[in-house]
């Protein structure tokens, strides 16, 4: 049902991307990547979970926003991550790319975890995506909770930095700190935090079953993503 550890619509490729002995990269192999890395967005299904967004609605979008960034960046790959390989938005998702003939070298999905991917799958992305709450705060479980916990205290630091609060739709890129754990031992040297849209009655903002405002506000939220995901690999 899936191809090994990379789940993908056709076989990919990923070349073996050598690991520096330790499981700490090397500082000088993290900050910049080298000549034959390609910039590489690891992200998570945004609100598909806790914010109980439909998964049909969810991997349409998901598909359409990849195949339009494709179209217009050249050099840079994405990849939909989510924690098992029984997950159905990742098999959705992979069915619709495949159908839509998207390049697997520019998109592609994969198991594991998000805060971990260069350590434990040899995956190396130099930004990842978080499925962020309005505040922006720590905890509160899913991806947002793991992350903030992999990147230490820097990350809450610096997020406080650059925003108070977000606005489902909107996206805001946060460099990390060099002493991350996030960023030393993945090679992450940024996170970007995305506001989607919720349908769960016990989260704030919640668009009680409105799909037409849901489904713009996830379009919404995936371009401010991939956006901001191309401004950092210019
Ligand atoms: N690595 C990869 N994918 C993950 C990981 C991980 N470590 N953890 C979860 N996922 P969710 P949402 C997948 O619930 O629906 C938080 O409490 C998960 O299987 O994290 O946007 C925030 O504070 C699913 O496919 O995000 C917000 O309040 C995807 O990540 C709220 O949840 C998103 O699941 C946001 O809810």
Request: net charge neutral.
């Amino acid at each position: 049902e899936s191809c090994g550890k990379y789940s993908c619509s056709t076989e990919v490729e990923v070349e073996n991307e050598d690991k520096k002995g330790s499981d700490t990269l090397e500082k000088s192999s993290v900050g910049d990547l080298s000549l034959n890395e390609v910039h590489t967005l690891a992200f998570p299904s945004i609100s598909t979970a806790d914010f109980q967004f439909d998964l049909e609605k969810a991997s349409d979008i998901i598909v359409e926003s990849v195949a339009d960034f494709s179209r217009k960046v050249d050099n840079v790959r994405l990849v939909l991550v989510d924690l098992s390989h029984k997950s159905n938005i990742l098999s959705l998702v992979r069915a619709k790319a495949a159908e839509r003939n998207i390049d697997s070298k520019k998109f592609f999905t994969f198991v594991g975890d998000i805060t971990q991917l260069y350590t434990k799958g040899g995956l190396r992305c130099n930004v990842i995506a978080n499925a962020a709450n309005w505040r922006l705060k720590p905890g509160g479980g899913g991806v947002n909770a793991a992350i903030f916990n992999a990147a230490g205290k820097s990350l809450e630091t610096a997020t406080k930095e650059r925003a108070e609060t977000l606005s489902p739709g909107i996206s805001v890129a946060i460099p990390l700190p060099s002493t991350s754990p996030l960023y030393r031992r993945e090679g992450v040297t940024h996170v970007i935090h995305v506001l989607g849209p919720n349908m769960n009655p016990q989260r704030p903002n919640c668009l009680k079953n409105d799909y037409v405002k849901g489904c713009k506000v996830l379009r919404d939220a995936y371009s401010s993503l991939f956006e901001n995901f191309a401004s950092i690999s210019k």
